[in-house]
């Protein structure tokens, strides 16, 4: 599998920003995919994971840092997971990363995630 993530940049806080990853290699809507952030310093954290379930449903676990900004959503037509991010606060900067787990359901542990992608800067200004 590999993934590539891609959206970041710089914006003032209260603005917004929608981070791609697209997959290759397998269909992401047979596995868990997920969004993790690292800021300089500190460890990689989870940001929000989605699985789907059936044709239409989707399962989403946002961490509570971002449960009401943050929104997570695929597009099984182009293998293609999203991150909408609205309100970015200054705490929101980081690397964030796309990742994909064989586990059955949505899960916010680093070491369920077996394939990352290289990450993109996002850079909230206060």
């Known amino acids: 599998v590999q993934l590539q993530a891609s959206g970041g940049g710089l914006v003032q806080a209260g603005g917004s920003l929608r981070l791609s990853c697209a997959a290759s290699?397998?269909?992401?809507?047979?596995?868990?995919m997920g969004w993790f952030r690292q800021a300089p310093g500190k460890e990689r954290e989870f940001v929000a994971s989605?699985?789907?379930?059936?044709?239409?449903?989707?399962?989403?676990y946002y961490a509570d840092a971002v449960k009401g900004r943050f929104t997570i959503s695929g597009d099984n037509e182009k293998n293609t997971v999203y991150l909408q991010m609205n309100n970015l606060k200054p705490d929101d900067t980081a690397v964030y990363y796309c990742?994909?787990?064989?586990?059955?359901?949505?899960?916010?542990?680093?070491?369920?995630?077996?394939?990352w992608g290289q990450g993109t800067q996002v850079t909230v200004s206060s």
């Open positions: 990742a994909c787990s064989g586990k059955s359901w949505v899960t916010r542990q680093t070491s369920d995630y077996n394939y």
């Open positions: 989605i699985r789907r379930s059936g044709l239409s449903t989707y399962y989403t």
């Open positions: 290699g397998r269909t992401f809507s047979n596995y868990v």
